[in-house]
Each structure stands twice: as structure tokens, then as C-alpha cells.
């Protein structure tokens, strides 16, 4: 169904009882999770078997599905604060089996090792998450607070239609959580040692650059683009737009790709065409960057045309209860200290930031996320849930 914000919300179901724990492991959970091919937009059951269980546990589920992408938010407890466990369940394509050492969707455990698209990025944090609150609930039936969860099908591919439009529903029903942990791949190598609290901005530029085609034994007649660019390219991987701050590097342009030309060794190409990305810190704003590339390409006087497509704006939650919380139970249960960082790629967290909720993401470690062989260590499922079962107990009670 399809949820609009002018129409009464989606009925929830739920159950009234609530059972014991349940007694499988986040490793059976995150091996159901890894057998349901659901690879961007595809969902193929796999939410189906958290909102079971969350029914059963007493949460109240709203389904969230829009265009076609599968959401669900599940919260038990009608008291803050709300601590909110979020993430997704779709996984990007696994490529051809056969590179695999096991098959991408078979969830093989060897040498203690769990195998499978989703291992890491992230499954295994899911079903972590889904069993510390079992396990916590268990201990203590009646928390403090609420705990909810906020999953999408949504963020390996466009994330349009996934956590942006679910927290915006939690927005209109001013139900938005106090805390909320996302549970991608943080750990860098080993679990615990990297919480990212914050994340940079993303902008992508397409910049096309005019000339004029011609004959290559004839050059006088033509502008060949790619020798006019060259230069002003050079500038630009070469510019530093801004100093970033303590929590943030500087913002740095990444060409990453380039074309021109028909094909033909004697045709001098009319236009070329380059894309980039800058990932960027909250000392640069996308009017800002605009100008600074704009300035470089007129200085070099370039006819061209640019275009923008801004991905994420930056975002950064100040150490406090949330950060303080995770850092605690990192070392109760690994003796790490759990440090704040702000590196790295774009989440989810970039659309629930901005409505004032402190975020943070905390998972298991990154070092196989896309690629062939995917996987995480056994004991880090285990450990990840105790983490956050202590995260919950320090929050909520």
C-alpha cells in the first residue's frame, strides 16, 4: 500500500502477546536474511521474515511500501525516548556466481566465517540489532522508553522511494526517534573500532565541453575539446575547496569519467563529456562548489555547459548519549574504544540527520562490502548484537 500523508496512516498489526525470546542465534537470522535474493529493488520475502518476528515481540508494523520498494517501521512502546535500530535489506547484484568461492545467496559458514551478499552490508547488522532487542526485551519486558525499527529496500539504488519518504511519514506524525542507529558496515578492521557520526556531503557535477569537430589533418579549422579541457582539468583535481574542519577532511574534486570523440582516429571530437564528485565537508555548500568549478572553467575560457545532481548534504552528530553510549558498550564487549569518525561513503543517515534525531552508524567491519566473497566473522554477529543490547540497556533502561 501507499502511504499518504493527507490520508489517515496505514493500520498497523501487531501482537498482544509478548513470548520469550526467540531462541535463534543472529546467526540463523542473518542466513534467513542472506537466502532471500533481494537485490535492489527486489525484496523477495526477506522483510516479511522481520516483520513476523517483530509482530511477535509486540511491535506495531506499518508498511511503508511505495513505488514499489518495500519499507516497514516497527515500534513497540508508545513513551521517549525512542531509540530506533535503521537499515536496509536490499543488497547490490552479487555479479557472475562463479566468481564466488560458495554460491552469493547460499549463506555459507566455513572456518567461521559466514559467505553471502549481505554479510556485512548489512544483514548481519540487522539481524543483530533484531536480536539484542529480543534478547534485551527478555530481560527486561517493560523498558524505558520505545524501540523501533526503520527498514527500507531502498539504498543500494536510487533511495528515493525508501528512507527519505519513510522518516518524512514519521515527520507528518511527529514520531520521530530520539536515537537512531544504523547498522552499516562502520568497522574498518575490527569490530567496534570506528563509529561514523557524521557523514560528508555528496555532489556530483556533469560538465560538458564544446568545440568544434573536424578533420584531424586540418586542426586550424577545428577546437579540439579535450585539448582545451586538459589544463582546466588539471586545476580542478588540483583545487582544494575548503580547509574541513576537526571532525572533517577537505573537500577534494574525483574525476570519474571521461569521453569524447566518434570512434574515428581522423575525426577531431566537438564535445567533451566529464563527470565528478566531490564529497564534502559543512565548510563548502553546493553554491559554493558551483562557483569555485565555475571560476576554473571561465578562467580557462571553456564554452560548456554544467550540470548538478546533489546526492547528500553533510551532516554531524556531536558526541553525546547516543555516541557515549555506543562507545561504552563497544568496550564492555570488545575493549576497543569505539572512535568518531566522519569518512567514507554516503548512508541513510543523511535523510534522518536533518530532522534533528541524533544518528550514528555502527556495524560490523567493511573490508568485503561489494565485493565477491562477501562476508563477516561468526563471533562478530554475536558481539555486534551484545553491542547493541548494551546500547539499548544504556538508553532506554
Same mark, same amino acid.
Given at each position: 500500500?501507499?502511504?499518504?500523508? $493527507?490520508?489517515?496512516?496505514?493500520? #498497523?498489526?501487531?501482537?498482544?502477546?509478548m513470548p520469550q525470546a526467540d531462541s535463534h542465534t543472529p546467526l540463523d537470522l542473518a542466513r534467513e536474511?542472506?537466502?532471500?535474493? =533481494?537485490?535492489?529493488?527486489?525484496?523477495?520475502?526477506?522483510?516479511?521474515?522481520?516483520?513476523?518476528?517483530?509482530?511477535?515481540?509486540?511491535?506495531?508494523?506499518? *508498511?511503508?511500501?511505495?513505488?514499489? %520498494?518495500?519499507?516497514?517501521?516497527?515500534?513497540?512502546?508508545?513513551?521517549?525516548?525512542?531509540v530506533c535500530f535503521a537499515g536496509h535489506t536490499d543488497v547490490v547484484a552479487p555479479g557472475p556466481a562463479a566468481d564466488w568461492a560458495?554460491?552469493?545467496?547460499?549463506?555459507?559458514?566455513?572456518?567461521?566465517?559466514?559467505?553471502?551478499?549481505?554479510?556485512?552490508?548489512?544483514?548481519?547488522?540487522?539481524?543483530?540489532?533484531?536480536?539484542?532487542?529480543?534478547?534485551?526485551?527478555?530481560?527486561?519486558?517493560?523498558?524505558?522508553?520505545?524501540? @523501533?525499527?526503520? %527498514?527500507?529496500?531502498?539504498?543500494?539504488?536510487?533511495?528515493?522511494?525508501?528512507?527519505?519518504?519513510?522518516?518524512? +511519514?514519521?515527520?507528518?506524525?511527529?514520531?520521530? #526517534?530520539?536515537?537512531?542507529?544504523?547498522?552499516?558496515?562502520?568497522?574498518?578492521?575490527?569490530?567496534? $573500532?570506528?563509529?561514523? &557520526?557524521?557523514?560528508?556531503?555528496?555532489?556530483?557535477?556533469?560538465? !560538458?565541453?564544446?568545440?568544434?569537430?573536424?578533420?584531424?589533418?586540418?586542426?586550424?579549422?577545428?577546437?579540439? #575539446?579535450?585539448?582545451?579541457?586538459?589544463?582546466?582539468?588539471? *586545476?580542478?583535481?588540483?583545487?582544494?575547496?575548503?580547509?574541513?574542519?576537526?571532525?572533517?577532511?577537505?573537500?577534494?574534486?574525483?574525476?570519474? *569519467?571521461?569521453?569524447?570523440?566518434?570512434?574515428?582516429?581522423?575525426?577531431?571530437?566537438?564535445?567533451?563529456?566529464?563527470?565528478?564528485?566531490?564529497?564534502?565537508?559543512?565548510? =563548502? !555548500?553546493?553554491? =559554493?562548489?558551483?562557483?569555485?568549478?565555475?571560476? %576554473?572553467? *571561465?578562467?580557462?575560457?571553456?564554452?560548456?555547459?554544467?550540470? +548538478?545532481?546533489?546526492?547528500?548534504?553533510?551532516?554531524?552528530?556531536? #558526541?553525546?548519549?547516543?555516541?557515549?553510549?555506543?562507545?561504552?558498550?563497544?568496550?564492555?564487549?570488545?575493549?576497543?574504544?569505539?572512535?568518531?569518525?566522519?569518512?567514507?561513503?554516503? =548512508?541513510?543517515?543523511?535523510?534522518? @540527520?536533518?530532522?534533528?534525531?541524533?544518528?550514528?552508524?555502527?556495524?560490523?567491519?567493511?573490508?568485503? %562490502?561489494?565485493?565477491? &566473497?562477501?562476508?563477516?566473522?561468526? $563471533?562478530?554477529?554475536?558481539?555486534?548484537?551484545?553491542?547493541?543490547?548494551?546500547?539499548?540497556?544504556?538508553?532506554?533502561?
Amino acid at each position: 500500500m501507499k502511504p499518504a500523508f $493527507d490520508q489517515p496512516p496505514p493500520e #498497523p498489526y501487531s501482537s498482544p502477546v509478548m513470548p520469550q525470546a526467540d531462541s535463534h542465534t543472529p546467526l540463523d537470522l542473518a542466513r534467513e536474511l542472506i537466502a532471500a535474493p =533481494s537485490v535492489t529493488p527486489e525484496d523477495a520475502g526477506c522483510q516479511r521474515i522481520l516483520t513476523e518476528r517483530l509482530a511477535r515481540l509486540g511491535f506495531e508494523v506499518h *508498511d511503508l511500501t511505495e513505488q514499489g %520498494i518495500a519499507n516497514f517501521y516497527a515500534r513497540r512502546g508508545t513513551e521517549g525516548p525512542v531509540v530506533c535500530f535503521a537499515g536496509h535489506t536490499d543488497v547490490v547484484a552479487p555479479g557472475p556466481a562463479a566468481d564466488w568461492a560458495h554460491p552469493p545467496f547460499s549463506a555459507t559458514v566455513e572456518g567461521g566465517v559466514l559467505y553471502g551478499r549481505g554479510a556485512a552490508d548489512m544483514k548481519g547488522a540487522i539481524a543483530a540489532a533484531l536480536c539484542a532487542v529480543e534478547r534485551r526485551l527478555a530481560e527486561n519486558p517493560d523498558p524505558q522508553g520505545s524501540i @523501533a525499527f526503520l %527498514i527500507t529496500g531502498d539504498e543500494e539504488g536510487d533511495a528515493a522511494h525508501g528512507t527519505r519518504h519513510m522518516i518524512e +511519514w514519521l515527520a507528518q506524525r511527529d514520531e520521530l #526517534p530520539d536515537f537512531c542507529i544504523v547498522g552499516e558496515p562502520s568497522s574498518t578492521e575490527a569490530l567496534g $573500532d570506528t563509529i561514523k &557520526n557524521g557523514r560528508r556531503g555528496s555532489v556530483t557535477g556533469t560538465l !560538458t565541453v564544446h568545440g568544434v569537430q573536424g578533420h584531424v589533418a586540418f586542426p586550424e579549422r577545428a577546437e579540439n #575539446p579535450i585539448h582545451t579541457s586538459m589544463p582546466a582539468f588539471a *586545476d580542478l583535481a588540483a583545487h582544494r575547496f575548503d580547509n574541513g574542519n576537526e571532525f572533517f577532511q577537505p573537500t577534494r574534486l574525483q574525476m570519474t *569519467d571521461i569521453r569524447a570523440g566518434v570512434g574515428a582516429s581522423n575525426v577531431i571530437p566537438g564535445h567533451l563529456s566529464l563527470q565528478f564528485n566531490l564529497r564534502f565537508s559543512p565548510e =563548502s !555548500t553546493p553554491e =559554493s562548489i558551483d562557483r569555485q568549478v565555475r571560476e %576554473i572553467l *571561465d578562467r580557462h575560457g571553456l564554452k560548456y555547459d554544467l550540470d +548538478w545532481l546533489l546526492s547528500g548534504m553533510p551532516f554531524l552528530t556531536d #558526541p553525546g548519549p547516543l555516541t557515549e553510549a555506543m562507545q561504552a558498550a563497544i568496550r564492555e564487549v570488545t575493549g576497543r574504544e569505539g572512535k568518531l569518525s566522519t569518512t567514507g561513503g554516503t =548512508s541513510d543517515a543523511r535523510f534522518i @540527520a536533518p530532522h534533528g534525531v541524533a544518528v550514528a552508524e555502527l556495524g560490523l567491519v567493511n573490508t568485503t %562490502i561489494h565485493k565477491v &566473497n562477501e562476508c563477516t566473522a561468526v $563471533d562478530d554477529l554475536e558481539r555486534l548484537s551484545q553491542i547493541y543490547q548494551g546500547v539499548l540497556a544504556r538508553l532506554c533502561g
